[in-house]
């Protein structure tokens, strides 16, 4: 069965800033929270400045919701382990975001738990530095 | 996708205007006598960066240092190290009042004014210090720099020329950039702004660059070139008061070269907090 966690999941993240990559402000999003979405992914596109996933999530009701998720660009998350063809629509995942503060239903990646139990962040090395290789 | 391919016809004619066993081009060829000569605008116009002559002009001088490379702000101590405030400089009413509008906003939970974000142009000198590198080509005559991001297109003039005519001046986003040697530096100077949608900060700080923006870079490589450091001082009365100050490192990039970006018009239908109700467009 799957929930759809929002409220029970808050937690407080001690998170740097995550303006990694992002060609809009990052301050539309609640660093203080996450959110925990379990669900099917309708659609993933892998594509510069940001890839993205819609995630249908049902509700407390039982209700289809479907969810925006921004990630970072393909250099990015290739570099943390990332494919193109990593999820496909129809797959079951589990993705953590930090929300928008609007409420609406949309965030920043956190991480992706695939059905096999393998866990996907987007922690960058960062490009120019003795860890970037 | 048609800025990256400019950009690749651009280096792709470098590479060619560069080349010392070039053949001359048809286009460099004496035209037939029934051809009407070539519209030069005159003795004295302006000739292309890119055109032979000017190229084979400049080589005879030796350029202090090349900055042919990817370069990346470095964030290694600061990831907010993008930024070029704090310290920021004491503003003017006209810049006051967005700063504080931004402040609120942020306060409440929203976005002022994110016009990068709804796919404006970042500009100088925001799009020097973006999260994807910066690439830089030299030639004797010129620096043409293209930024991962968005690949938006920069061009530092090393010919000599004088900054247009403000009288038909087209103002853009990354200005109007002429550059100079001084010893081991690279000074640039930088006019010609457009003043609209056009900010000096971004998430959470408003500041406006307007036509009066007046950047001077000082450039140099550090690091047995390694690093490039530019010191910014920055101008524009009708926003803040006297120079602002900053002084950036960007460390080169070996192992990453840019790729296309855009932002095409469904981006934003799918980076859904660019349109959500966070968002205070006006």
């Known amino acids: 069965m799957q929930k759809f966690l929002l409220g029970c999941a808050c937690v407080v993240v001690l998170a740097p800033v995550v303006s990694v990559g992002a060609h809009h402000s990052p301050a539309a999003f609640d660093r203080t929270k996450e959110v925990k979405l379990v669900g099917t992914v309708k659609e993933f596109r892998w594509q510069n400045p940001h890839t993205w996933i819609e995630v249908i999530v049902p509700d407390e009701k039982g209700k289809d919701v479907l969810w925006g998720v921004e990630l970072t660009s393909p250099t990015y998350l290739i570099r943390a382990g990332w494919k193109s063809n990593i999820i496909k629509p129809g797959d079951k995942v589990t993705v953590v975001v930090n929300p928008v503060r609007s409420g609406e239903p949309s965030g920043i990646f956190r991480s992706l738990t695939l059905a096999d139990g393998r866990v996907l962040t987007e922690r960058p090395a960062r490009l120019g530095t003795p860890d970037s290789k | ?282």
């Open chain 2, 1 to 282: 996708m048609r800025t990256l391919t400019a950009a690749v016809v651009i280096v792709g004619l470098m590479a060619s205007a560069c080349s010392p066993s070039q053949p001359a081009s048809p286009q460099t060829a004496a035209p037939a006598a029934s051809t009407p000569p070539a519209d030069t605008g005159g003795e004295g116009k302006q000739q292309s960066a890119l055109a032979p002559a000017t190229i084979a002009r400049l080589a005879k001088a030796k350029a202090p240092f090349d900055l042919t490379g990817n370069w990346f702000i470095d964030v290694s101590q600061n990831p907010e190290a993008w930024r070029f405030g704090p310290p920021y400089p004491k503003l003017t009413a006209a810049s006051q009042v967005h700063w504080d509008a931004a402040k609120k906003a942020t306060a409440e939970g929203k976005v002022y004014r994110d016009d990068i974000g709804q796919c404006w142009p970042a500009g100088l000198p925001l799009i020097m210090t973006r999260y994807w590198p910066m690439a830089m080509v030299q030639i004797p005559s010129a620096i043409y720099m293209i930024s991962g991001f968005m690949n938006s297109v920069r061009i530092v003039y090393l010919d000599g020329r004088k900054h247009t005519d403000p009288d038909i001046i087209v103002r853009t986003y990354n200005g109007e950039s002429i550059a100079r040697w001084e010893g081991d530096t690279l000074v640039v100077d930088t006019i010609g702004f457009r003043g609209d949608h056009h900010w000096m900060d971004q998430g959470g700080v408003a500041i406006p660059a307007g036509e009066q923006l007046h950047i001077v870079e000082r450039i140099r490589l550090v690091g047995e070139g390694k690093q490039l450091e530019i010191e910014y001082t920055m101008t524009d009365p009708e926003h803040w008061e006297g120079e602002w100050k900053s002084t950036k490192r960007f460390n080169r990039v070996d192992d990453e070269d840019i790729q296309e970006v855009s932002c095409l018009p469904d981006l934003n239908e799918h980076i859904r907090s660019t349109t959500s109700k966070t968002q205070i467009l006006q």
